[in-house]
Nanobody, 116 residues
Framework: QVHLVESGGGLVQPGGSLRLSCTASESIASANDMGWYRQAPGKQRELVARIDRLSNRNYADSVKGRFTISRDNAENTVSLQMNSLKPEDTAVYYC??????????WGQGTQVTVSS
């Protein structure tokens, strides 16, 4: 069982920044991809950003140019730098990792609230 622990969520004003981090309990070097999803109240969980083993990145259209995902295999972490935050970015953010022959794992989520 791989454990993913997110940190860095909180309350921020519109236009502000937050950095989310996710630390895995074991090596992520072999992970097919790692990423961040979010779920707002009353909405389905949606992909925010993902990074694969070759460091190819994909972003939701709504966050392109504002969010940056990065991966550090040596530290077993994946991070999400979020800039120019908007109220519509408010959600619970989940870290995920897809490991070969083991499936996808999820963190417990961290709340991000963008409000003045």
């Amino acid at each position: 069982q791989v454990h993913l622990v997110e940190s860095g969520g909180g309350l921020v004003q519109p236009g502000g920044s937050l950095r989310l981090s996710c630390t895995a309990s074991e090596s992520i070097a072999s992970a097919n991809d790692m990423g961040w999803y979010r779920q707002a109240p009353g909405k389905q969980r949606e992909l925010v950003a993902r990074i694969d083993r070759l460091s190819n990145r994909n972003y939701a259209d709504s966050v392109k140019g504002r969010f940056t995902i990065s991966r550090d295999n040596a530290e077993n972490t994946v991070s999400l730098q979020m800039n120019s935050l908007k109220p519509e970015d408010t959600a619970v953010y989940y870290c995920t990792a897809d490991l070969p022959r083991r499936g996808r794992y999820w963190g417990q989520g961290t709340q991000v609230t963008v409000s003045s």
